[in-house]
Nanobody, 118 residues
Framework: QVQLVESGGGLAQAGGSLRLSCGVS????????MGWYRQAPGKQRELVAV???????NYADSVKGRFTISRDNAKNTVYLQMNALKPEDTGVYYC????????????WGQGTQVFVSR
């Protein structure tokens, strides 16, 4: 069974940076399209960034140029480097396979909370 453990969230000031990590077990991140997703208070979960098995990446327009998704195959871990943070980046951040997101799967980790102050 897939297990996902997100970490690295916290409180940041606008303009600051945070680096999120997602430890994965049960699958290999190297051969799966992995993504980061976030859910702001009162809103639905949305896609933030994905990284394909070939290393290709895609980002939501709202984070392009500020966020970078990457992975470490040896550690089976996915990262999200978040720079130039904005208050609207506040939310709970989750990682998962993009397939789970696309199919509406219900196996998710606990997420990591990010709060960006003005």
């Amino acid at each position: 069974q897939v297990q996902l453990v997100e970490s690295g969230g916290g409180l940041a000031q606008a303009g600051g940076s945070l680096r999120l990590s997602c430890g994965v077990s049960g699958i290999f991140v190297s051969i799966n399209t992995m993504g980061w997703y976030r859910q702001a208070p009162g809103k639905q979960r949305e896609l933030v960034a994905v990284i394909g098995s070939g290393g290709d990446t895609n980002y939501a327009d709202s984070v392009k140029g500020r966020f970078t998704i990457s992975r470490d195959n040896a550690k089976n871990t996915v990262y999200l480097q978040m720079n130039a943070l904005k208050p609207e980046d506040t939310g709970v951040y989750y990682c998962n396979t993009h397939r789970t997101w696309q199919k509406g799967g219900d196996v998710w980790g606990q997420g990591t909370q990010v709060f960006v102050s003005r």
